[in-house]
């Protein structure tokens, strides 16, 4: 009994599953997942929501509207053409969207939704060419787009509501810890 | 009986499955966190900025937070791409010293003089960040833990310096100033030894 036990241990160990591969719930929550984990993308929609959110009600309804859309353009295009913004330049939508929060620039909101629009379209095309070669394709990207659009609501909500004294402060300091990340990601790649 | 044994030693001898980093690399955010407090000196020369920019009030109080980590970061920065920066244990004992004198004597030195005061000492403690980073797998992570500690502990400083609106207050600030210079002076003893 204990030999065909001790054999039943050594030959059959569980797969090590180091990295998330599928959720097992098909490519939407695959998307939302990828979305979720990866910091890269959650980062500069932060900072763009607390950047429209700091701008006000009409900015920050833009910005949620058009980030998601152009997410899901910008993935359908990466997923067909597999042409995406390269991973080496994953710092500068941190470094650009931290910096522009610590630095609290009144931007006007046509200028806010076209920011909006071009880092949904790069971050977008670099999630459809990734999710395309998962073999996840438009279905995952839709749930990228979703998560997205979840993340900048909540975020820009948070930041009109609570902008008073301090908090205005702070989301400038969260900007510019956004901001470092994106420098010191670039000395990573750079090393 | 002995083939049994072998497979029950092998079984028990069978190491676990180490998928993620070892404990101490920059596997995370986690790790990155730790990194800043762990050294007395950063964390001493950290507590004191925010210490003085209580003491110096608006704008000096929220200036230093939102500007200390790009500057910060740009220290790490020229470290991880190698660029080398001479004396930068100096640097870091010498932030403590004049950090803890400028609390201990409630410094007020136009806004300018101060910012470049402090962000020149925030590119040594950058940089030695930079240069004492381990290769991970997370560069990201661990760089926002750093960074976002940092904030902390110039958090932590602010918030005890809000003790300086009482007379007492301002009298223990003092001290605590001259305690981090005194500190910084033995950084600076273990620095040249």
Redesign the interface.
């Known amino acids: 009994m ?2 065909p036990l ?2 039943a ?2 030959l059959c ?1 569980a797969i ?3 990295h998330l591969i599928s959720t097992g719930l098909g490519p939407v929550y695959d998307g939302i997942t990828h979305f979720a984990l990866t ?2 993308d959650v980062l500069p929609v932060v900072a763009l929501a607390v950047l429209a959110g700091l701008r006000g009600k009409v900015h920050a309804r833009r910005a949620i509207f058009v980030l998601p859309l152009a997410w899901l353009a910008g993935g359908i295009v990466g997923a067909s053409s597999r042409v995406a913004m390269p991973e080496a330049l ?1 710092w500068l939508p ?1 470094l650009a969207m931290g ?1 522009l929060v ?1 630095a609290d620039l009144r931007l006007s909101p046509t200028a806010t939704t076209a920011i909006a629009a071009v880092l949904g379209l790069l971050l977008g095309g670099a999630n459809g060419a990734a999710m395309a070669q998962a073999g996840a394709g438009l279905r995952g990207v839709t749930g990228i787009a979703a998560a997205v659009f979840v993340v900048a609501t909540l975020a820009s909500a948070g930041t009109v509501a609570w902008q008073s004294g301090w908090m205005r ?1 702070a989301w ?2 969260a900007g ?2 956004i ?3 994106g ?9 | 009986m002995i ?2 044994t072998i ?2 030693f ?2 028990l001898l ?1 190491s676990p ?1 180490l ?2 980093v070892q404990p101490g690399e920059a596997g995370g955010f986690v790790s990155g966190f730790l990194h800043p407090i762990s050294g007395l000196d950063h964390v001493l020369a950290m507590v004191a900025v925010g210490l003085w920019g209580a003491q110096l009030g608006a704008p000096a109080i ?1 200036l230093l ?6 500057v ?3 220290g ?7 660029v080398p920066l001479p004396g930068v244990e100096f640097g870091i004992a010498a932030s403590a010293i004049l950090l803890g004198a400028a609390v201990m004597t409630e410094r007020r030195p136009p806004l300018y003089v101060a910012a470049a005061l402090v962000g020149l000492f925030a590119i040594f403690h950058g940089h030695a960040h ?1 240069t004492e980073l381990p ?1 991970g797998q997370s ?3 661990y ?2 833990g750093f ?2 500690a940092t ?1 902390c502990l110039h958090a932590i400083g602010i918030a005890i310096g809000a003790i300086h609106r009482w007379p007492t207050g301002q009298v223990a600030l003092r001290i605590a100033g001259g305690g981090v210079g005194i500190a910084g002076l033995f950084f600076l003893w273990q620095a040249a030894t």
């Open positions: 204990k030999l001790a054999l241990l050594l160990p090590v599953h180091a910091p890269e994953a941190l910096g610590a402060i400038r300091v510019s810890w901001a470092a990340g420098l010191l990601l670039l000395g990573w790649s750079l090393r | 083939k049994r497979l029950l092998l079984v069978a499955a998928a993620h929220w937070p939102v500007t200390f980590p790009l910060m970061a740009f790490g920065f020229l470290g991880l791409v190698g930079g290769p560069g990201l992570l760089s926002l960074v976002v904030g």
